[in-house]
């Protein structure tokens, strides 16, 4: 088996990468070094003995002191050395040679014991020199430098059957977590569909899931969008309306003559055309209520409001003499032939009084008095004068 040298959990031998933590295993293929062998403990000195010295031809050692007295040791079983007879001494001489070759040898003398010598102190055996530290050296990349793990042991021999390796096609076991060849992840999550650019805003980021209440999400956001879709339609009016008023307020106003003035009914000296000359010394007589008079524009423009002058004078007293409208209301018809209707209350006062409109593209204006004030003994009602204002 092959450790992984980061969680010790064992692998194959042609694995590259661990299956339980996708470490690189190509640290853990060198063989670990043997340590080195320690020098053997030197045994107790035996003491030196001292050689025995050689006997010289006469028996004694060399060295000994009294050499020249004793003889040295003889060997078991031989003769010592006999003096060759003399060649001249007679039959004497003869005889006492044969006595003594019948006669046994005697037992050789003892030699004496050599003094002891003094014992050397054998040389001390130099002592094998201490293991010095490995010196300092620089990291190599990538090469782990703390203690390998313990290596924990593997009951069986894995057996790669299990699903192929998404990115490079190597069989696996089913529980291992990153592939032995590539260290590729193996038990990857299906990833979603990117979500279209709508359902990435908010409110509608969250992923919708299929489910029992998908119906339900599905209508209720039609019923949203069917309901955003009405109140804009609703709200804008109301936004161009207060877009538009805000440059009225803000923009400049010009006064603006009709081409063409009508009345419905008016009273002998005082025509429809007075309503509209400028001054307010003549009048438009309206014989009675309900009748009216229409105010028609060549182009169509932006109508910001109306003033009216009403009685037959500025003057307080004249006011009093002649009838005055009270109530009046205008109809205003645009371009595209829609009609709106504004109320116009009226003080019983002499001076002009203003009603703001704020009506585009608007071809004709009809004033239709409703009520009066002063009215008896045959007097129409006066009104003095009628201005249209613009927008520049």
């Given amino acids: 088996m092959r450790p992984c040298p980061a969680c010790g959990a064992g692998n194959r031998e042609d694995d590259e990468f661990c299956g339980n933590c996708g470490s690189y295993l190509g640290w853990s293929s060198r063989p670990p070094q043997p340590p080195p062998a320690a020098a053997e403990p030197a045994g107790p000195e035996e003491p030196a003995v001292p050689a025995e010295p050689a006997a010289g031809p006469t028996g004694r050692a060399p060295d000994a002191p009294g050499a020249g007295a004793a003889r040295g ?59 010095e530290d490995p010196p300092v050296v620089a990291v190599q990349p990538a090469e782990p430098i703390a203690r390998r793990p313990v290596v ?19 069989p696996n076991l089913p529980e291992r977590r990153f592939c032995r ?11 979603p569909k990117p979500l279209p650019w709508w359902r990435t805003v908010w409110p509608l980021r969250r ?35 207060l877009f538009e008023d805000v440059r009225d307020k ?18 002998p000296g ?4 007075a309503a509209v000359d400028g001054v307010t010394n003549t009048y438009w007589g309206a014989p009675a209520l309900d009748s009216s008079l229409t105010c028609a524009f060549d182009k169509p ?10 009685g037959v ?51 004709s204006v009809r004033l239709v008095l409703r009520d009066a004030s002063g009215q008896g003994g045959g007097r129409p009602v006066a009104l003095g004068e009628v201005e249209f204002y613009k927008r520049t």
């Fill in 181 to 191: 060849r590539c260290a590729a992840p193996l038990q990857t999550r299906e990833q």
């Fill in 73 to 131: 040791p003889r060997s078991p079983g031989r003769a010592p050395a006999r003096p060759a007879p003399r060649a001249t001494g007679g039959i004497r001489a003869l005889a006492r040679a044969g006595a003594r070759r019948a006669a046994p040898a005697a037992p050789p003398a003892a030699a004496p014991e050599p003094p002891p010598q003094p014992v050397r102190p054998a040389p001390a055996r130099p002592e094998p020199p201490a293991e």
């Fill in 270 to 273: 005082h025509p429809a055309s």
């Fill in 313 to 363: 004078s500025k003057d307080p007293r004249e006011f009093r003499r002649g009838a005055r409208p009270t109530r009046a209301d205008l109809f205003i018809t645009t371009a595209d032939g829609e009609v709106r209707r504004k109320a116009m209350p009226l003080a019983d006062k002499p001076g002009p009084q203003t009603l703001r409109t704020g009506i585009s593209d608007v071809v």
């Fill in 152 to 170: 924990r042991p593997v009951a069986a021999e894995e057996t790669p059957d299990g699903p192929p390796c998404p990115a490079c096609g190597t």
């Fill in 250 to 267: 803000r923009g400049g106003t010009a006064p603006i003559g009709p081409s063409r003035t009508t009345a419905s009914a008016q009273a």
């Fill in 207 to 241: 992923r919708a899931r299929g489910g029992p209440g998908r119906m339900l999400r599905r209508i209720l956001l039609v019923l949203v969008v069917v309901g955003l879709l009405f109140t804009g339609f609703l709200l804008l009016p109301v936004g161009r309306y």
């Fill in 301 to 310: 423009f932006r109508l910001v409001g109306v003033t009216v002058h009403t």
